[in-house]
């Protein structure tokens, strides 16, 4: 059962527009949740990340919106440049420990200049 | 940027045969992960360490994987006996001590490994 779903698989945006990645979640347990850019031949980067006691988190350009209720997030990425373009990975944590993320299949992100 | 390095990036081998990879954790990080990312972008955690000691690990690396995370030594994942569908890319992570905190994984560059 594939506990992190993300949508769409692949999107296109021109230079400049704000670029929506959506993820949802099975587990109400999460409360971590990291997203990783990933770039053709390397390993995922974490890029920005939320605990659930919050409903949003921003770093620059990019801001996590969270509804802990409808259990989904999304990655929103403002002024997209060419340079963003990547794949994006949105992963699950239920609690502190050691334990392995639950990732989510991905969104391939093209910003066209 | 991650220090994460893994070693070789491509790995080519025949069904049957053993497939070894390494890695070395980011300086000072105890605690490190290997995943296995498929050709659908799937993730599947394989096994973690806290220094030397294994702390999850599924129940496939019981067969035929075995990992270990020796001391002043890198870490490995092997193969023993390699079949098509563990063509992947191996990624090898790494993090300081969790506690009761969330700490970040640092990911290295991993392991393409294919099959034939």
């Known amino acids: 059962q594939q506990q992190v779903r993300q949508s769409p698989q692949s999107l296109t945006v021109w230079e400049g527009e704000t670029a929506i990645l959506n993820c949802s979640y099975e587990n109400s347990a999460f409360d971590y949740f990291p997203w990783y850019q990933q770039f053709p031949g390397e390993g995922p980067a974490l890029l920005i990340s939320i605990l659930s006691v919050s409903n949003k988190k921003e770093d620059g350009r990019f801001t996590i919106f969270f509804n802990k209720r409808e259990k989904k997030l999304s990655l929103h990425i403002a002024d997209s440049q060419p340079g963003d373009s990547a794949t994006y990975f949105c992963?699950?944590?239920?609690?502190?420990?050691?334990?392995?993320?639950?990732f989510g299949k991905g969104t391939s992100l093209t910003v066209i200049p | 940027n991650s220090k994460v390095i893994q070693t070789p990036r491509y790995l080519v081998k025949g069904q049957g045969q053993k497939a070894k990879m390494r890695c070395i954790p980011e300086?000072?990080?105890?605690?490190v992960f290997w995943y296995q990312q498929n050709k659908n972008n799937e993730f599947k955690f394989l096994i973690n360490?806290?220094?030397?000691?294994?702390?999850?690990q599924i129940d496939m690396t019981e067969k035929r994987f075995s990992a270990e995370c020796p001391s002043n030594s890198p870490c490995s994942l092997e193969i023993q006996s390699s079949e098509a569908g563990d063509s992947a890319l191996y990624l090898c992570a790494s993090s300081l001590d969790w506690g009761e905190n969330y700490a970040e994984q640092f990911f290295g560059p991993g392991t393409r490994l294919t099959v034939l």
């Open positions: 992963a699950g944590l239920p609690r502190p420990g050691y334990q392995n993320f639950y």
């Open positions: 300086k000072g990080h105890p605690v």
């Open positions: 360490f806290q220094n030397q000691e294994v702390l999850q």
